[in-house]
């Protein structure tokens, strides 16, 4: 593992255009993030990922890049982002970048040289065809929009051509091997993208759809994991303490293909979405919620522990699991969740293993608001709105007009600020700097120190251990006993534990005992 600095991390996601706006134009800006960096560190969190920031026409939020060594100019300049580097690293805050390798946009300089008819170095960066009527096999595909004859590959929407890695067994001639010398020439520019960053302080990168690099790659992602063993090769050769978290959501093949850190992820169905969001999304068939943290749900941890600790075993020294309260593609924790019950959700979080992400806004319980489509958010557009600093106006998120934010303030008349909720000792935000300078202090919360399941019945208080201290948690609104005996001192708590020759926690509690 390269980055010895992840041991102590805690990340803190940005979401550029809806962090803090300086100049009064209704979209945060690097100025922005830089200003409140203070209260970033104060709040416990001492790496930031930023959502990209890179030129775009934001037909995907950014998610579409145009040009990816220059910023948009919505967030600054160049410049803008290196300082934004040199003051997180004054204030010991590490910063990683989105880096987006599998597409860029429609309007990349590369892509419309790629669609010349005549030959060119760029040619074969995107998946083509060979035909202007032929399918892209069972790709996602547009043709009729360029002189070449040819169809091209889609990773997502329209505006978003697929580069060229390979296929991993080509079955048509226009499907490349991976050791084709123009796929190898991808792949070294992507490195080369990285070294940009890295070169001008950056510490590494957040990496989008981690997985899907490689076409018609096997179950183990064998052709994608060797390109990632391979950026991780010129990683430890000449940036040692750069780190990489990948949305993957299988650490098992995610940490042996070179990632530091691996995403989980809220999939319908999976470990995590059992935790906060045991609900309907993405239009499924609806159903109760039973979300283990939900007071009156009916939750299990065991739903959650059943693929956790597949792969925590499976991945112990090899890399770490990130956990998060949230991301810009997810629904806010507190759209079924209540403060209260996100105090117990966030305390668990805060020590498990590995390297937690907390999403901006989650520390003061932002809503998830239903809003229509901006830059192709859709349903993920409720979790996008301005950060909410202080009851004046746009809730402290900008200067500028009520008609020039990026997207609406949450205009309910308890909608929750930072300037709030640090004046109250028993606020969400207070809770969430408690429970992270605990972790901080305490080695054995951080992410390396062992873990064990103490107590995981169903109705019973869920107890584990952090190397030496014993956690105990009861999210319902019943008192909870557990066969454990646990005798000590209470080094954190919410509500009441009674420690003995068995644990009792009264409805709602949380202890850390040492």
């Not at 300082?83 to 997180?88: D, H, I, M, P, V």
């Not at 007009?401 to 600020?417: F, G, H, I, N, R």
């Not at 062992?450 to 030496?468: D, H, N, Q």
């Amino acid at each position: 593992m390269a980055a010895t600095w992840l041991k102590d991390a805690v990340f803190y996601e940005i979401y550029p255009q809806s962090f803090y706006d300086t100049n009064g134009d209704g979209i945060g800006d690097f100025n922005g993030i830089i200003e409140k960096l203070d209260y970033i560190k104060d709040l416990g969190c001492n790496a930031l990922w930023i959502n990209p920031c890179y030129d775009s026409p934001f037909k995907d939020a950014g998610y579409d890049v145009r040009d990816y060594k220059k910023v948009a100019p919505r967030y600054g300049c160049n410049n803008d982002l290196y300082r934004l580097f040199g003051e997180a690293h004054k204030r010991g805050i590490k910063v990683l970048l989105d880096l987006v390798p599998g597409h860029t946009s429609e309007e990349h300089e590369w892509f419309k040289m790629s669609q010349k008819a005549e030959k060119n170095e760029y040619t074969n960066r995107f998946i083509w065809t060979d035909f202007c009527f032929q399918r892209a096999a069972d790709l996602n595909y547009v043709g009729g929009e360029s002189e070449r004859s040819a169809t091209y590959a889609l990773n997502f929407f329209k505006c978003q051509p697929a580069l060229n890695y390979g296929f991993l067994n080509p079955e048509e001639p226009w499907q490349l091997p991976t050791d084709h010398p123009d796929v190898i020439a991808t792949r070294e520019a992507l490195k080369d993208i990285m070294r940009f960053w890295l070169s001008h302080g950056c510490d590494g990168f957040r990496v989008d759809m981690a997985s899907s690099l490689v076409k018609h790659d096997d179950e183990k992602k064998s052709g994608t994991s060797a390109i990632w063993l391979d950026v991780r090769k010129m990683l430890d050769a000449e940036f040692p303490e750069a780190a990489m978290v990948s949305e993957w959501s299988n650490p098992p093949l995610a940490l042996r293909a070179g990632y530091d850190m691996d995403f989980y992820l809220n999939i319908p169905g999976g470990g995590y979405s059992t935790l906060m969001r045991d609900y309907a999304i993405f239009g499924m068939e609806e159903h109760e919620d039973n979300s283990y943290f939900k007071k009156d749900g009916d939750g299990d941890i065991t739903r959650f522990l059943d693929e956790y600790l597949k792969w925590y075993e499976d991945t112990k020294g090899v890399g770490y699991i990130s956990m998060l309260t949230c991301n810009h593609d997810t629904n806010r924790p507190r759209y079924t969740l209540e403060p209260d019950e996100l105090k117990l959700a966030y305390a668990f979080l805060f020590t498990m293993p590995g390297v937690p992400f907390l999403y901006y806004g989650d520390e003061i319980g932002m809503r998830y608001l239903e809003l229509p489509t901006k830059e192709g958010g859709y349903f993920r557009t409720g979790s996008r709105t301005p950060m909410q600093w202080t009851k004046g106006k746009n809730l402290g998120f900008s200067e500028g007009c009520e008609d020039s934010l990026y997207l609406p303030v949450d205009s309910a008349a308890d909608a929750p600020t930072v300037e709030a909720q640090e004046n109250d000792p028993d606020s969400l935000l207070n809770m969430v700097k408690g429970i992270l300078a605990l972790r901080h202090k305490e080695e054995d919360l951080q992410a390396n120190a062992e873990f064990k399941v103490l107590c995981s019945e169903k109705g019973k208080a869920f107890v584990y251990k952090r190397g030496s201290l014993t956690i105990a948690v009861n999210p319902s609104n019943k008192e909870q006993t557990a066969p454990v005996a646990v005798d000590g001192e209470v080094i954190y708590s919410i509500g009441k534990a009674t420690l003995g020759s068995q644990l009792t926690l009264a409805p709602q509690t949380f202890v850390v005992v040492r």
